[in-house]
Nanobody, 115 residues
Framework: QVQVVESGGGLVQPGGSLRLSCAAS????????MGWYRQAPGKQRELVAA???????NYAASVKGRFTISRGNAKNTAYLQMNSLKPEDTAVYYC?????????WGQGTQVTVSS
């Protein structure tokens, strides 16, 4: 079993920054890809950014150049640095951790961009 916990959400003004953290707890499984997804009210959940265990990254077009995903020294951690935030970035942000056979989701953290 893998437990995924996100932190770092909050309220920020347009143009501001936030850093989200994700930790996947497991003593058995190897975590391969970790990703950040978001879901705004009335919309489907969408990929924001993902990073493999080897460090390859993938970004949604809407956040490229503003958001940066990284893995921590402890391989089961991931971060999302969000800069130049816009009101349309408002959503619940979820972390997903992939093992060889399954995907595990956190409960999400709210990010609200508003003046």
């Amino acid at each position: 079993q893998v437990q995924v916990v996100e932190s770092g959400g909050g309220l920020v003004q347009p143009g501001g920054s936030l850093r989200l953290s994700c930790a996947a707890s497991t003593s058995i499984f190897i975590i391969y890809t970790m990703g950040w997804y978001r879901q705004a009210p009335g919309k489907q959940r969408e990929l924001v950014a993902a990073i493999t265990s080897g460090g390859s990254t993938n970004y949604a077009a809407s956040v490229k150049g503003r958001f940066t995903i990284s893995r921590g020294n402890a391989k089961n951690t991931a971060y999302l640095q969000m800069n130049s935030l816009k009101p349309e970035d408002t959503a619940v942000y979820y972390c997903k951790a992939d093992t060889a056979g399954s995907a595990y989701w956190g409960q999400g953290t709210q990010v609200t961009v508003s003046s």
